[in-house]
């Protein structure tokens, strides 16, 4: 297609590993041709199509990858096998520092910079007045990078990277060690660039800036492709992955489960009733669900303040959370949690047991522990998705028994318009002075 600006095909980059330094020399100078080392894959098998105007995450835990892929596409490295397509001007901040020399000034960087970018000196001249005041590092402009902290580096690198005007923009973690007022300045040239049709491959831990920024995202696990799909979707397959619970084997079971759900509206009401609680609300037919179930999560529902079990809510109003959670085995400490994202899979608010001090001493095997929890909802009107968990301590370790992500649906409703963001804080307008109201 005619607007994919980066387009990676099956690509594996693959590490010599050695035991011992001489090892090298041995396999080196070997009329055998006799092999010393192991091979690492870092990346295998990835491909991944980027379109114009597209902000892409790339997702993963550390030592997935992520960079190694990031520095191929921009050419730092190549790939022992599969091939990488560019088509347009990149400009990458990779990591902290990179291409800088300690000993230049910030001014004397830009322009080295720009260089390697392939900028003449008289175009980086030109821009130079855009980078320094996105900077913001004052007299340091002058001063040897050496005597920079981490955060002057950052903004430096960005307000180069940005201001060479792009078509491709590649951002790997740089931005979290910047302050809260850069990173805010720094989202919003993002936006700046969706706007304008340029592209941005984005690299993060910060899963909420991937959900909001990222229209996709591509997770990957040990150099392995595991999905590219939405942000919320891999978002939550990623925290599977930290808590040591993804398993392959669970798609095809997923798969039975949403079609269960899809055709429950088709059944009788008795039968519906029979499914308790849950039956009542809009379930949703992507339901993800995991966990040992030690302790499973059997129903749980949404109750308004007229004590109807409903997917509706009104503002302001009392409403109450439940969850029928069945354990299979003893457990010490369970923790009950709910948390409430938006239709972009945002996490907005929750809460859990422990937080609020009420945390179960103790749960045998068999037991049904019913969970309430009560409050006012202060969420603006709109969709929302409501998730549910159940986990614990062993020790150290968090275990998660049971967990299901964007389990139904929620929606708020407001007799007061034209209101804005998640919350509202209820204010209450008072003026000094004589002023005249209607």
């Known amino acids: 297609m005619d607007d994919i600006v980066v387009s990676i095909k099956d690509v594996s980059k ?21 092999s010393y080392h192991q091979d690492h ?11 114009k105007g597209e902000c892409v995450g790339i997702i993963g835990t550390n030592g997935s990858g992520k960079s190694t892929l990031l520095k191929i596409i921009t050419g730092v490295l190549s790939p022992t096998t599969g091939s990488v397509t560019v088509n347009g001007k990149i400009s990458a901040l990779l990591e902290l520092g990179a291409g800088f020399n300690m000993e230049y000034t910030g001014i004397e960087n830009i322009y080295l910079n720009g260089t390697m970018l392939g900028f003449s000196r008289e175009e980086m001249t030109a821009k130079l007045d855009d980078i320094i005041n996105f900077a913001e590092i004052g007299d340091f402009i002058n001063q040897p990078c050496k005597t920079y902290s981490s955060g002057m580096f950052a903004r430096l690198a960005f307000a180069v990277a940005i201001n060479v005007e792009p078509d491709i923009l590649i951002v790997d973690e740089a931005l979290s060690v910047g302050d809260i007022f850069f990173q805010s300045k720094c989202y919003r040239k993002f936006n700046e660039f969706k706007e304008a049709g340029k592209t941005i491959i984005f690299v993060t831990h910060d899963m909420g800036s991937v959900i909001k920024y990222c229209e996709r995202s591509m997770l990957i696990h040990h150099g392995h492709h595991v999905l590219t799909g939405t942000s919320a979707e891999a978002v939550d397959v990623y925290k599977k992955i930290l808590a040591n619970q993804y398993d392959d084997s669970a798609k095809d079971e997923e798969q039975e489960e ?34 040992s179930l030690d302790a499973e999560i059997v129903d749980f529902a949404i109750v308004n303040d007229k004590g109807e079990i409903s997917s509706s809510v009104d503002k ?5 959370i439940k969850m029928k959670i069945q354990f299979k085995k003893d457990v010490n400490h369970p923790i009950f949690a709910y948390t409430i994202k938006d239709r972009k899979g945002t ?45 614990g ?34 204010s209450t307008v008072s003026y000094d002075g004589a002023i005249q109201t209607k």
């Open 393 to 426: 301590y062993n020790g150290d370790d968090l275990e998660i028994y049971h967990r299901l992500y964007n389990a139904c649906h929620l929606e708020v409703f407001s007799k007061k318009e034209g209101t804005l963001g998640f919350f509202d804080l209820n």
């Open 347 to 391: 996490e907005i608010t929750g809460t859990n047991t422990m937080l609020e001090n009420y945390t179960p001493a103790h749960c045998k095997a068999g037991e049904i522990v019913i969970v309430n929890f009560d409050q006012i909802m202060t969420l603006q009107p709109g969709q929302y998705f409501l998730s549910f968990g159940c986990t």
């Open 258 to 291: 949403t079609i269960e759900v899809e055709t429950q509206e088709t059944e009788t009401k008795e039968k519906q009733e029979a499914k308790g609680w849950k039956s009542k609300l809009t379930l949703n037919s992507n339901l993800d669900s995991y966990g």
């Open 41 to 51: 894959f870092a990346l295998e098998g990835i491909s991944l199509d980027v379109h």
């Open 14 to 34: 693959v590490y010599k590993l050695y035991d011992k330094p001489i090892d090298r020399l041995k396999e080196s100078l070997s009329i055998t041709h006799k």
């Open 316 to 320: 302001n109003k009392q409403f109450r």
